[in-house]
């Protein structure tokens, strides 16, 4: 990447991502990939006043080797050094980002069940970071960084080296920079557009929705008592006061539907990279509140160990909705990659909800959001069900019927 973009992609992660202040630390969780953006980011940080910066570093290839040699149980383990080392700079004013890379072929030739135990201690070193993410006292964001094994499965019509540019210019475009115009503008005016999509969706106060497709997807859902509708900087009832983006690229809109109320059937949209390995035309079905079943063209059980690990994991906890002419699905690639497919599609989440995205829900311990039909869970999995002939329909407490997406594109 050229310096000057390389420089904007950092000033924007810092200014609109973590919103980052004088006197805090960044922690930063990066692939060696990434390690040009990690430097730039380090420099800008300090010239910001950091107090400090830390550097957890993760190699695909080292990792790839672990999960082909060592034995699952060995994969599983996750050092309390491991935890310890994240949690001691988030119980201080810290702010924390994530530049990951995606792997769409390198992991082929490792068992599943040794990509499912890797799996699990990765996620159990993400909870630590989840645990102030969903009490509501962290700025966090998570972006993604080009690879050459990530651009020859988005462009295997090109050579590696013209695969890997047409990537970087893609991620530049999805990230609002290039060389000219101001990326921390950009992103100014596009969190601003969109939150009045947003703010309309409050004002309705939908009881619930019915979401439909050509592909088959045909489900209802409540949306829990007190919902709020989230995007971009708009954090809901986080007890971060500072706003700050949590994903970049993001193109949705989202909240927390009520687990106790999905029936119907979602069919994918996009593959799903599970477990490092792609999930690929696959559907599920909800009766009562859960998961009851899930079929797939490949790799169906590593969705069935995600979907139905334990009670929790087979509720929904998050449904997000995205125009089809977001500058991501204008590309008319798919990436690969569950952070910008997302952002390309509707889309929904089994597993852990936002309490963020009810009022006072921050507040409230576990007990109280489940109660109120908030998802607790250790682990949550997007899938994109948006298509050009999606339909959403919110449904108010008096029984009107508002379309608020038609054709895959917004028309509230």
């Not at 000219?180 to 004002?203: M, Q, R």
């Not at 045909?218 to 986080?238: N, Q, Y």
């Not at 334990?310 to 569950?338: C, D, H, Q, W």
Request: hydrophobic content about 40%; overall charge negative.
């Amino acid at each position: 990447m050229n310096p000057i973009r390389l420089k904007k992609y950092a000033r924007v992660l810092l200014e609109i991502g973590v919103n980052f202040q004088k006197g805090q630390i960044l922690l930063l969780q990066t692939c060696t990939d990434a390690l040009d953006l990690a430097r730039c980011l380090t420099e800008e940080a300090f010239m910001m006043g950091a107090k400090d910066v830390v550097v957890h570093l993760e190699d695909a290839q080292i990792e790839h080797l672990r999960a082909l040699h060592c034995d699952t149980d060995t994969l599983k383990e996750l050092p309390e050094w491991k935890k310890e080392s994240l949690d001691y700079y988030l119980r201080q004013d810290c702010v924390q980002m994530s530049l990951m890379g995606s792997y769409p072929t390198l992991n082929e030739d490792v068992p599943s069940d040794h990509l499912l135990a890797k799996g699990f201690s990765s996620n159990e070193l993400r909870n630590v970071v989840r645990k102030y993410i969903h009490a509501g006292t962290l700025k966090w964001t998570g972006t993604v960084y080009p690879n050459v094994n990530w651009a020859r499965k988005v462009y295997p019509e090109l050579s590696d080296h013209e695969a890997l540019i047409r990537l970087e210019e893609a991620l530049c475009k999805m990230m609002r920079i290039d060389d000219e115009s101001d990326p921390v503008e950009n992103w100014h005016k596009h969190c601003e557009s969109l939150g009045k999509i947003s703010a309309k969706l409050n004002d309705y106060n939908f009881r619930s929705l019915h979401i439909t497709s050509e592909l088959g997807t045909d489900i209802t859902m409540d949306l829990v008592k007190d919902h709020i509708w989230t995007s971009a900087a708009d954090m809901g009832s986080s007890k971060v006061k500072e706003p700050y983006v949590a994903n970049m690229p993001t193109e949705e809109i989202f909240t927390d539907p009520d687990y106790r109320s999905v029936n119907g059937v979602a069919y994918a949209s996009f593959p799903l990279m599970m477990s490092q390995k792609l999930v690929t035309d696959f559907s599920i079905t909800f009766k009562d509140g859960k998961a009851v079943d899930c079929h797939a063209s490949a790799n169906e059980e590593l969705l069935r160990d995600a979907l139905f690990k334990n009670e929790t994991t087979r509720r929904l906890g998050e449904v997000a909705l995205v125009s089809k002419n977001s500058p991501i699905k204008r590309m008319n690639r798919i990436f690969y990659n569950g952070l910008i497919d997302e952002n390309a599609a509707c889309h929904l989440a089994f597993g852990q909800s936002f309490s963020s995205n009810i009022k006072n829900g921050a507040s409230m311990s576990d007990q109280e959001l489940l109660a109120h039909g908030v998802n607790v869970a250790t682990s949550h999995n997007d899938f994109m069900i948006g298509t050009p002939e999606t339909k959403v329909v919110g449904i108010t407490f008096d029984g009107q019927e508002v379309v608020i997406m038609e054709h895959g594109d917004f028309v509230i």
